[in-house]
């Protein structure tokens, strides 16, 4: 069984940053496309970021794109996601996810519903 444990979250003033990670254990990390997913109150899970199996492809919401950086070591077992310029609406709870879909080492997808394995999340928190 999969499992994922996100660290690195915190409260922050608006125009700071700061470095997400996530361990995964369980099985082989690199069968695994990674993901970030932000919930804030009220609101419904939605995507951050995505990187593909062998780490060269990544993806990013509108709202973050050139802002945050999704990355992965491999031989660590870990993801992490580095945000920078941080705004009060980047406020959420932060989850880790992993998808097993298999089409190839340069895919990555921001469908929530492919995403099979969760970690229980981090808290981040901007203060204007």
């Known amino acids: 069984q999969v499992q994922l444990v996100e660290s690195g979250g915190g409260l922050v003033q608006a125009g700071g940053s700061l470095r997400l990670s996530c361990e995964m254990s369980?099985?082989?990390?690199?069968?695994?496309?990674m993901g970030w997913f932000r919930q804030a109150p009220g609101k419904e899970r939605e995507f951050v970021a995505a990187?593909?199996?062998?780490?060269?492809?990544?993806g990013y919401a509108d709202s973050v794109k050139g802002r945050f950086t999704i990355s992965r070591t491999n031989a660590k077992n870990m993801v992490y996601l580095q945000m920078n310029s941080l705004k009060p609406e980047d406020t959420a709870f932060y989850h880790c996810?992993?998808?097993?879909?298999?089409?190839?080492?340069?895919?990555?997808?921001?469908?929530?519903?492919?995403?099979?394995?969760w970690g229980q999340g981090t808290q981040v928190t901007v203060s204007s």
């Open positions: 996810a992993a998808s097993g879909v298999d089409r190839g080492n340069y895919y990555y997808t921001s469908n929530r519903g492919l995403y099979g394995f």
């Open positions: 369980g099985r082989t990390f690199t069968d695994y496309v």
């Open positions: 990187i593909s199996r062998n780490g060269v492809n990544t």
